[in-house]
Each structure stands twice: as C-alpha cells, then as structure tokens.
C-alpha cells in the first residue's frame, strides 16, 4: 500500500493566507524532506527534517515521528508561492525515498 | 551554477531505441540516484548507488541500466525504448544513505 500519503490534494488561497500542508506515512521514518516542484519541473528542497521543527522565512516544517506525520505551514502565502509541494521518507538505511503524490498549491491576488 | 547536471533537458526518442541520460554532480556526494515521475503518477525511485556500487534497485525491467564511471557519475543507459517509459527522469544526490538529497533539473522523455 502508498507509505506516503499528502493532504490535501490541492488547494487554492488569497494572497496572504496561511496554509497547512500535511504529510502521513505509514512505517518508521529515517528520513523526511520537504520539496517544492517548480511549474516547470524542477525540485527545490525545502527542508530536511527527520523530526522536530524547523522554519525558514514564511515556511515551518513539524514532523512528530510517535504519530507518523510532517506538516508544512505556509505563513502570508504569496502569488509566487503557487507550484506542488512535496513530501519524502525514507525508512531504511538504504536511503530510498518514498514519495506522496503532492499538494498543487494555487495563490490568487 | 547548477550542482547536478542532467543532459539532456528533453529527449525524443523513437520506439525499440537505446538512450542514455546522463548526470553528474558537483556535491562531492558519495550516493547518487534515480527517480522517474511519469504523468499523473509520484515520483518513483528505480535505483541508488553508494562509492559507485549499486545499493538498491526497484526497476524490475533489465532495459534499465545504471553506469557509474566516476564517482560524480551516474548515467542511465535506457535500451528496448517503449512509449510507457516516457516520463521525467531525475538524478539526486546526497551525502550519504541518509542525508538530505538534491535532485537534479531532470531530463524529459518522450518515445513516440
């Protein structure tokens, strides 16, 4: 069955509203990685975080590895934050990356 | 400038053909990967090698062969092209088994 599983789908907000991004997976975690997907393709990582919290600028990443969930909160989104974001686990040594089938993220003005 | 490389961007290739996706990083990692995202679907991983040496392998097909020449190597030799391998095929990159990764820009694939 998917480990990996993101919610929501998609999600469409004004200019300047919040988001939570979530991210569930079914077996033990070595590894969590946040990545957004330009329009164009391509993978920007935004955070590795196996567990706890992490924040750059407007982004703040939680994984609580006890409850098998990451989250990622988009603060005062913006037009440019538009585009799929990502998450990733992996639960063995061997560094395979699971991933969920994304969140299509769209910011309206 | 770009710390992996992926060569070529886009690739037309016809159906029974042989390819080669190229990649190379400037990381100084020591495990390389890749990942195919076809259509619709999540990116999937196929294979990862560590000190040049293949660590893992999902890909159940053989017309999938990772090469590996240099340690910042890893090519991918496609061979017996289908229409169902189109996709985007991404290289990545880490320190190790269980580091962060980074992913390369990506080379999209059609067979026609």
């Known amino acids: 069955g998917q480990q990996v599983q993101q919610s929501p789908a998609s999600l469409v907000l004004q200019e300047g509203e919040n988001a939570e991004l979530q991210c569930n997976f079914s077996?033990?975690?070595?590894?969590m990685q946040w990545f957004y997907q330009r329009p164009e393709g391509s993978l920007v990582s935004l955070f590795y975080?196996?567990?706890g919290t992490k924040q750059s600028g407007r982004l703040t990443s939680t994984t609580v590895i006890k409850e098998r969930r990451s989250s990622l909160h988009i603060s005062s989104s913006q037009i440019t934050d538009s585009g799929t974001y990502l998450c990733a686990m992996s639960g063995s040594a061997l560094g395979r990356l699971h991933f969920g089938a994304g969140t299509q993220l769209i910011v309206i003005p | 400038d770009p710390k992996i490389i992926q060569k070529p961007k886009y690739l037309v290739a016809v159906t029974g053909s042989e390819k080669i996706l190229i990649c190379e990083q400037y990381?100084?990692?020591?495990?390389m990967y890749w990942y195919r995202q076809s259509a619709k679907k999540p990116l999937e991983f196929m294979f990862s090698?560590?000190?040049?040496?293949?660590?893992d392998n999902q890909t159940a097909s053989s017309r999938f062969q990772p090469q590996s020449s240099k340690k910042n190597h890893l090519d991918l030799q496609i061979t017996a092209l289908k229409p169902d391998d189109s996709a985007t095929y991404f290289c990545?990159?880490?320190?190790?088994?269980?580091?962060?990764?980074?992913f390369g820009s990506g080379t999209r694939l059609l067979v026609i």
């Open positions: 975080n196996p567990s």
């Open positions: 077996t033990s975690l070595n590894s």
């Open positions: 990381l100084g990692h020591n495990a």
């Open positions: 990545a990159s880490s320190q190790d088994n269980w580091s962060d990764y980074t």
């Open positions: 090698y560590s000190y040049q040496k293949l660590m």
